[in-house]
């Protein structure tokens, strides 16, 4: 039986659950792929710690090199994060005919054309499995599964942190902050994790699955981004009101030759699927000419889950080099138009809208604003203003109450001229709040 020796740089959450993995389920993963996956050798920065699977002496490596050195290491796997040294490292890997899987979601999406451009030049495969959604297998549902389909949209949940965080908070109180500790120790955020709650992480995912999906590569400053750091609970109640659940969406739909790619909290019907999807859950909805509408749910973040995508591309590149597949039938690539996607700009984009002004509680304040959404083409669908008088900040000195509107589809750009004036006419008080709405009227 032919055997495969796999190299690990990163030892962390995720490391050290590939290697449980590799290790425990040997006898496994033998005889469900037919190849002997060996885990050779793992390179860390600090070996002077608890590890949750310590290693065997003779896998420690104390220097990268004696990874990429080693002839007999043909699958390098990536977990160390950020995107200086991975992608340095992965250059050097694909220079050294190693074959890569990786779990780095911000070095695909930021610097994917470069890595992906050089390893199809090269015939050098890249797993990223792990890169989106934890365990839940969407890539290879996308590239295989459904390699059938022209895809109009992709959507879902890709944060298990901010899912964890904003389930934890709206079904249970509690805070922002205990919450966020407590994801941090459960492995589910990032080093950082101001690129979970600030959308950023999500937009990644987004980003590849966008790539994936319309065959070309994305410009991730094209992407639109916006985090759940300035949720306010109050526009959760008054959603709830609506009939919505908030969400930390993340979206790429194809329309008139263009991609529009966008994460934001956003409301979304309490009874569509991705409502439902709590606590660490990712999950994913592709539509396809062929299929229809599907979904993918799994936890997307956390040790093993992680780890059972990374082991999946190990196996599928051990597989492939065991059974001498011909490289140049490979589809690494994210872009098989052979094109860079055309990203549609966010004054552009078409959606519902909820707002909530802040007003005093006068007469003719909401005719104003009825005004100037007439002025700009904008539907109102719904209207809740509230008795409650809200509190007050230092600056205030009049009563203010909050008046929620809740627009038929209308354009971001329309809206933004409308709640510029609104602002400008001093007829509200406060920033509007300004959440984007997913439904069927789309
Ligand atoms: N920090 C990520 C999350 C981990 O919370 O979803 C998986 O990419």
Same mark, same amino acid.
């Given at each position: 039986?032919k055997q495969i020796n796999v190299g690990i740089v990163g ?7 590939v290697?449980?993995?590799l ?10 792929s037919?190849v002997e996956i060996n885990l050779k050798k793992v390179f ?17 490596a104390?220097s990268l090199e004696e990874l990429l050195n080693d002839e007999d290491i043909q699958i390098i796997v990536e977990l160390t994060?950020?995107?200086?040294f991975p992608y340095r490292l992965f250059m050097d890997a694909i220079d050294k005919n190693k074959h890569i899987v990786t779990a780095n979601?911000?070095l695909l999406?930021?610097k994917g054309k470069d890595i992906f451009l050089k390893a199809e030049e090269k015939g050098i495969r890249i797993g990223f499995e792990?890169a ?133 909290? $956003? ?6 699927? *991705? #409502? /439902? &999807?709590?606590? +660490? !859950? ?28 990374v082991v999946s591309d190990i196996v599928d590149i051990a597989k492939s080099i065991a059974l001498g597949v011909g490289r140049e039938i490979e589809i690494t690539s994210m872009n ?21 002004? $802040? ?6 304040? *909401? #005719? /104003? &604003?009825?005004? +100037? !959404? ?69």
């Open positions: 039986m030892y962390g959450v995720v490391g050290n659950g290697a449980k993995i290790e425990e389920k040997k006898e496994l993963l033998r005889k469900k037919g860390t920065r600090n070996w002077n710690k608890q590890f949750a699977f310590p290693l065997k002496e003779n896998q420690k104390n994060g950020g995107i200086d979601k911000a999406a930021e792990a989106v959604a934890g365990g839940i297998p969407i890539i290879r549902a996308l590239r295989e599964g459904l390699v059938a389909n022209k895809i109009g949209k992709i959507y879902g949940i890709l944060n298990g942190t901010t899912n964890y965080i904003l389930t934890e908070m709206f079904k249970k109180g509690r805070d922002f902050k205990s919450v966020l500790k407590e994801a941090q120790e459960l492995g589910y955020a990032e080093a950082d994790p101001t690129l979970d709650i600030n959308g950023t992480d999500a937009a990644h995912k987004i980003a590849i699955l966008a790539s994936l999906s319309f065959g070309g590569f994305v410009d991730f400053s094209g992407v639109y981004i916006e985090g759940i750091e300035d949720i306010d609970t109050l526009d959760i109640s008054l959603g709830r009101e609506l009939g919505y659940t908030l969400k930390l969406l993340a979206i790429a739909k194809s329309h008139n030759g263009e991609v529009e790619v966008r994460v934001h909290p $956003t409301f979304l019907p309490s009874e569509h699927p *991705l #409502a /439902k &999807v709590d606590g +660490v !859950f990712n999950a994913v909805m592709v539509e396809g000419d062929s299929v229809g509408e599907t979904m993918f749910y799994g936890k997307g973040a956390g040790s093993l889950p992680t780890a059972s995508s098989w138009e052979h094109k860079d996607l055309s990203i549609t700009k966010a004054d552009d984009f078409y959606t519902r809208y909820y707002l909530r002004f $802040t007003v005093p509680d006068v007469t003719g304040i *909401l #005719a /104003k &604003v009825a005004a +100037v !959404f007439a002025k700009y083409n904008i539907s109102i669908a719904a209207v809740i203003q509230k008795e409650k008088v809200l509190s007050l900040t230092e600056k205030e000195n009049d009563k203010v109450v909050p008046l929620v509107i809740l627009t038929h589809t209308a354009s971001e750009n329309n809206i933004q001229k409308a709640i510029k004036e609104i602002e400008e006419q001093n007829i509200t008080r406060r920033k509007t709040v300004i959440i984007r709405v997913e439904d069927e009227e789309q």
